[in-house]
């Protein structure tokens, strides 16, 4: 589904935040991406939404290179992956109903589509009873669910979550995680970069541990901290 | 159809938003059109109502109304035996009858009020030089059956002075307010874009087509060109009323300066396409920094 070949990424100003990074990630998998600040776990993942592209080696989605597509193809590659942030990126001004909605709405889908999914995926996200309410309204977790949603509504292939828990507290994580792990558990590979070493630990899933933009861990039922 | 729905409300949402900068590009467009839309029209007056002294004819022979077969085969014989004559035409009562038409054809009641006999025959005439212009009308000012000799060449040259002159102000200043409206909406649609960065992050990031992004900002920088271009069509028609009402109750020289009414309108149709060009064009240069990524 996902396949890094040597890849690397020099940002303006000679900063390597890649070095020589070769992964594959398998459809389905649920992999956690660990490492401190600026070891590249962003530059990670702007690389498989291309907002980035590599300065040398492979980025594959779905087995092609992205950095070959051209530019108007670039919004099909999107659609495809979904997006989770610390800071959830809701409009402030539109209900949770109409968040949702939103995503459907600018990728063109037609009205009786978005009738029947919003709601489904606001069931499946437990904010049903909140859909008339505005993101100020709702609790940190609450909102993260919203943005799950957005992500999730329109059934991509991949979903990329950059710290979806970092401005919340244990307990409200603990539900995040268990909402990511189900919507890993329908066939979406699920990609979650995080510095949470408790949700790690105790999810025992694939961890990449990069450093100074370098690989170097790949272990199939991971815990944060390994041997530091 | 909800497509469509979503970008008229998306561009009127935005549209509202900043209405003072929108106005302020509405008013610059409106200004710089009608004055490129006044020099048009101008231009056209003056290009019909010269049209007929080209080619050398410097003066036109009016005959009396009531002028018999006799005296102007008279006339015409003179001018035929005339040296200084390099060439001539006659005009019919039908002939000017059909002139006087072209002139008012905006003017139903006018021409309805008017009948060939009410007109002169008259002939052009063209001589071989121009500097014997004043002779040959002297000669013929006498002929019986003559009413008058006209030679508007020296203000023909003075309003084509004037035209020209007015002509390279007006489109130097229309070209300096052109560029500013561009320079208007480029802001406008700025301020646009950065009102609603936040929806337009999360539209790249669910995969929104660059064009869906896109449009909703380039109709609001083409509805502000249209809206001006038609503020600048309004300001030319009443330009038109304003000449039209000139000509109507002026002297034989000045009839013949006529615009009509298609004249107008091919003109706000040439005004209506720069403007909405130029609403284009400030959008996509205001959304280049914003979109590209």
Redesign the interface.
Known sequence: MIRFENVTKVYKGDVAALRDVSVEINKGEFVFLVGPSGSGKSTFLKLLLRDEVATEGRVLVAGRDIARLGAWKVPNLRRNIGCVFQDYKLLPNKTVYENVAFALEVIGRPKHIIRTQVPQILDLVGLSKKADSFPTELSGGEQQRVSIARAFVNRPLILLADEPTGNLDPATTVGIMRLLDRINRTGTTVVMATHDQRIVDAMRRRVLELDHGQLVRDQARGVYGVGT | M??LA?FVRETLISLRRNLLMTLAGIITVAVSLALFGGIRLVQTVVDHGTSKWKDGVELEIFMDLEAGEKQIEEVRRQLEADEDVRRFRFLTKEDAYNEFKRIFRDEPELIESMTPDALPTSFRVAPTEAELTEQVKRRFESVSGVDEVITPQEQIEKILDITRWINYVFTAMAVVLLASSVFLIVNTIRLATFARR??I??????????W??RIPFMAEGLVQGAIGAGFAFGLIFLLKVVVADFVEGASRLWQGFYVTNADVIGIGLFVLVIGGGVGVLGSIIGLRRFLD?
């Open positions: 909800s497509r979503y936040r929806e992050e999360v539209m790249k990031l669910v995969g929104a087509s660059n869906f992004v990524a």
